[in-house]
């Protein structure tokens, strides 16, 4: 059963300057969803993400939402429905882990609104969630970066987000925390159906955790489909122009990915 | 472990509120001591009469109080003393601003070059003997160093704004271009000045000596309002220190929020260094002490960084007038005895971090 169309971007693109970053990106975003954007380093991912949720205007083209254009909708609205967990984060000031969380309760507080004890108890739930419950009272600035980049998705997840832009956001973790982080966001995907768009690079936790794909290239698309379909060695092959081999796990049955280089 | 984080929570906030509470208690109480002090002493509670008198009594001398007293504290003693509490709230709340918006702690309020704008307009209206015309005579070099604070201003963000966007580097960067080029300026005029040097170097080193009513409602009106547009934008300085595009994600505006606190906090420190030149250390340090005491939470941070602000100032300017025969400049002061102070301070805190 196919799920309603949540999100679409209609022919978009967007120059720096002359540079053309995102070049006739034209891609629709089912509800409940799980998308990775995949492609090589300045292919556009972080600016399709950034155009996607908001935060930059794209030069031509629209973004549409619940089928109206995003620009149309208040800032307040697309700060409640959507929520970004960037590469990393630098807080310069020492702000507790639970106000950085609180953080997040913002887009639903007046400006000088006070949190009432329900968004306390969500921003609890957030915490606890990502496993950052033991140092709420910690100092954001003294904790590693594992630490701090669940410390950033918790606020992220603090905002209720409809959907929720990972732009790399496990790229600086060990192997652990990104499976742990990963698993956690899947849950949120299955159980609470928050749909997902993830910039990724590692492209075994890609085939583990999408099911659908959009491949970037120099800011076209390159490639997208169920994983099923477009996770395979000639598409790999053609965008990040490395030889490699697709098997579908005995075990998991999820696709896994090995390198082929030529080692000769 | 849930309920216990809530309440931990709710303790903290009122914490801050009592912090907050406090500050506001000795302000009040330490401005009636600082007034009663002096050649001639008079106790805080007939500073407190005879203020409470003057307001419900409309120029007549009430019975009971001494004409001369009177005169000394309505017309000497407490527009110094409200210069100096403008200033010191003006300054740290424009220097907490400051390092929110710049994301750097060692920003001030004289990082973008206006507190050199000011002292150039200063130096000019002293250098030329400027006098203005009608009944402003009094206000010449404030109003001067005010407008060469607003011209400095115009020109760092001028040269920062590239192709309709403003980088926080190029606005550090321009606000030392621009005040280089103004030091220069004055030092030149200096150099040429003469006889005249004297006014010039003691106006650059701050002080409240012979402040009148003048220049306190001069500077009243810019740091009242200056303060309640940061108080109000607190808490989006707080959402844009994760960064503007997360700012813009959580749904400020981010680029309208900091224009409006950039201009703010320039106009207040405009405003405050034209009534007392050039005070050093008030913006940098109590901001940083006030949020060892209170956190970064600028909701709290800005309006207990301008209590501090102004209780360190009207404290120091006090012992500047009462503890050498000779009056010393408070900018002066302020370093000398807040300078040692804060490297205690600093010390401390150094050390529980790593340990």
New interface residues.
Partial sequence: MEKAVLMQTENLNLYYGKTPALQAVSLSIREGGFYGILGPNGSGKTTLI?VM???LKPSSGRVLWNGRELGSYN??Q???S???V?QD????????V???VM??R??HLG??G?PS?ED??IV?TCMENCGV?DY??KVIT?LSGGERQRVILARALA?TPQVLFLDEATSNLDISHKIELLKLIKRLNAKQGVTVIAALHDLNFAGMFCDYMIYLDKGRVACEGPTAVVFNEEVINRVFNVEVEIRKHAVTGRYNLALLPDLR | ??RE??L??REK?KQRLLVLLLLILLLVAGCLIFTSLGVIKLPPWEIARIILTSITSNGSTPAGIDEIHRAIILDIRLPRILAAVLVGAGLATAGAVFQ?LL???LADPYTLGISTGAAFGATLAMFFGIFLPGGLGLLTVPLLAFAGALLALGAVYGLAVVNGTMAVTNLILSGVIVSAILSAAISFLKSLAGEGVGSIVFWLMGSFASRGWHHVFLCLPVVLAGLVICC?YA?DL??L???S??A??????DSKVITILLVTSSLVTAACVSISGIIGFVGLIVPHLM?MLV???HRFLIPVSALGGALLLVGADTIARNLLAAEIPVGVLTTLLGGPFFCYIFRIKAKR?IF
């Fill in positions: 950034s949720c908001g935060v800032r307040g697309i700060a409640r959507f929520a970004v960037p984060y630098a807080i310069n000031f020492p702000f507790t639970l106000e950085v953080m997040g913002k887009p400006r000088l006070r004890d306390l108890e609890y419950l709420a009272g003294n905002q | 472990m849930r984080i809530i931990a929570h906030e929110g994301m750097n702690p109000y808490d707080n959402i220190s994760l960064g595009k997360s813009r994600q959580l749904g400020v505006d949020r956190g970064p939470d971090q």
